[in-house]
T-cell receptor, first 120, second 112 residues
């Protein structure tokens, strides 16, 4: 069964350093997402990406964050200068289509196993 | 008011028990609702969609009350393997990318 993969599973970095989190979405999917979950808190939307550009982003997704699909396969999240409060689990997700398929049906978002980011 | 609100629990129940979780959402324009399951330190996984007419999948029953902006999940005959956090999820009614809005989750612990 196709699945979303993420690397690394755990990343430890020093405050102020840049990190790149990598995701390989399911191959025929067109919509890509990043979510994060701070320990003990809810899953929060960061950004959605479609047709090689950002479709929507949250207030959390400030200038320190960027996303890219460099080679048609990987989908990356870069944090330019990490802060302590960036420590969280980062989940990548992908879906075949967006909110509706034209029939009003939901296109399930499949989540990757996550990357745990620890900023020291 | 939180966009999606759940009682965090934990709910501690014996095997075989019936347990119900509730959730409220704030945006009356929301159209699509789901229950996801999240095991400790793992990714969320879709458990079931919630339809206006209510729907059942084996031991799991989901209900939606649009007037009260209320969603429920009923688990019958609880198994040890049902122990997890159950996330109430709403698709944002704005935009067309299908952004998911998660509740905090309700933790279920099923004991032998």
């Amino acid at each position: 069964e196709p699945e979303v993969t993420q690397t690394p599973s755990h990343q430890v970095t020093q405050m102020g350093q840049e990190v790149i989190l990598r995701c390989v979405p399911i191959s025929n999917h067109l919509y890509f997402y990043w979510y994060r979950q701070i320990l003990g808190q809810k899953v929060e939307f960061l950004v959605s990406f479609y047709n090689n550009e950002i479709s929507e982003k949250s207030e959390i997704f400030d200038d320190q964050f960027s996303v890219e699909r460099p080679d048609g396969s990987n989908f990356t999240l870069k944090i330019r200068s990490t802060k302590l409060e960036d420590s969280a689990m980062y989940f990548c997700a992908s879906s075949e289509r967006g909110r509706t398929s034209g029939y009003g049906s939901y296109n399930e978002q499949f989540f990757g196993p996550g990357t745990r980011l620890t900023v020291l | 008011r939180k966009e999606v609100e759940q009682d965090p629990g934990p709910f501690n129940v014996p095997e075989g028990a019936t347990v119900a979780f509730n959730c409220t959402y704030s945006n009356s324009a929301s159209q699509s609702f789901f229950w996801y399951r999240q095991d400790c330190r793992k990714e969320p996984k879709l458990l079931m969609s919630v339809y206006s007419s209510g729907n059942e999948d084996g031991r799991f029953t989901a209900q939606l009350n649009r007037a009260s902006q209320y969603i429920s999940l009923l688990i019958r005959d609880s198994k040890l393997s049902d122990s997890a956090t159950y996330l109430c999820v709403v698709i944002s009614p704005s935009g067309n990318t299908g952004k998911l809005i998660f509740g905090q989750g309700t933790t279920l612990q099923v004991k032998p």
